[in-house]
């Protein structure tokens, strides 16, 4: 890795062999969300979600980068209706109706991948669809204009304007961040903010790209448990992410099959 000099030293650029290493982990916790994206049904606890969870990750010879990270006791958050991140994984049952966000990292071969998801628990409400959609549809432009000569803070005008329109909330209070050797590199990548501000988006660059989406008020209050995240009016959240490639041909969703 090396740093880029004036006002984007604190972001790593990865080679393309790093960036090629970096491919491992990321496809690893991609088959781990399948999975868990394939389990989630009315009836199974969030804690059935975070031990198939670890018996995959465990099973490719990799780690779960959040457990014991800060002292966060699981390898999944997971966040249920309410909860926007954070959750911890317990014997909750999820019902029919729920929507279920689960975020995990994994670590091999010396280097992080973070990506999300959140999923219907059967059949739910009109308005919780919609949205989920909105909230992967954020995500998913954000990641179109992570090119070469754009600005971090074209992706957050993206995001914020994608879902304002749509009638809801970007969180303010959390954000996307860079990943590699670390779990949490620069730059941020606020959910809301200006067009061609912040840093200069560069080749070699990998970014966890995530949108934290609220039906109702931004604002948000931490539980008791100084983890827990969730909405201030008690509206759902929704929650997606990938973990991206910033390359000369274009931005490469490293967490895919």
């Known amino acids: 890795m090396i740093r880029l000099r004036k006002d984007d030293t604190s972001v790593l650029i990865k080679s393309a062999a790093e960036i090629d290493t970096m491919r491992i982990p990321a496809r690893e916790l991609a088959q781990v969300l ?56 317990s014997d909750r049952v999820l019902k029919e109706g729920d929507i279920v966000s689960v975020d995990v990292c994994v670590l091999h071969h010396g280097f992080h991948a973070d990506a999300a998801f959140t999923a219907p628990v059967g059949r739910v409400s009109p308005e919780k669809t919609r949205l989920m959609r909105v909230t992967r549809e954020a995500r998913d432009l954000a990641i ?42 620069d730059p941020q990548i606020s959910n809301y903010g200006k067009a061609g501000t912040g840093v200069r988006i560069k080749a070699g660059m990998t970014l966890a790209i995530e949108t934290m989406v609220n039906a109702g008020t931004y604002a948000t209050r931490v539980l008791k448990n100084n983890w827990t995240v969730v909405t201030a009016d008690g509206a759902p959240s929704a929650h997606f992410e990938h973990t991206v490639a910033v390359t000369p041909d274009g931005p490469e969703i490293l967490t895919v099959v």
């Open 144 to 185: 179109e204009a992570a090119v070469v000569g754009n600005r971090i803070g074209d992706l957050s005008a993206i995001i914020q304007e994608h879902v304002e329109k749509n009638g809801f909330n970007v969180i303010r209070d959390y954000s996307g961040h860079g990943v590699g050797r670390s779990l949490h590199e």
């Open 34 to 89: 399948q999975r868990l994206q394939e389990m989630v049904a009315p009836g199974i606890t969030t804690m059935d979600l975070e031990m198939e969870a670890r018996r995959v990750i465990e099973a490719f010879g990799a780690k779960p980068s959040c457990l014991g990270y800060h002292g966060f006791p699981a390898a999944c958050c997971i966040s249920v209706n309410e909860e926007v991140v954070h959750g911890f994984p």
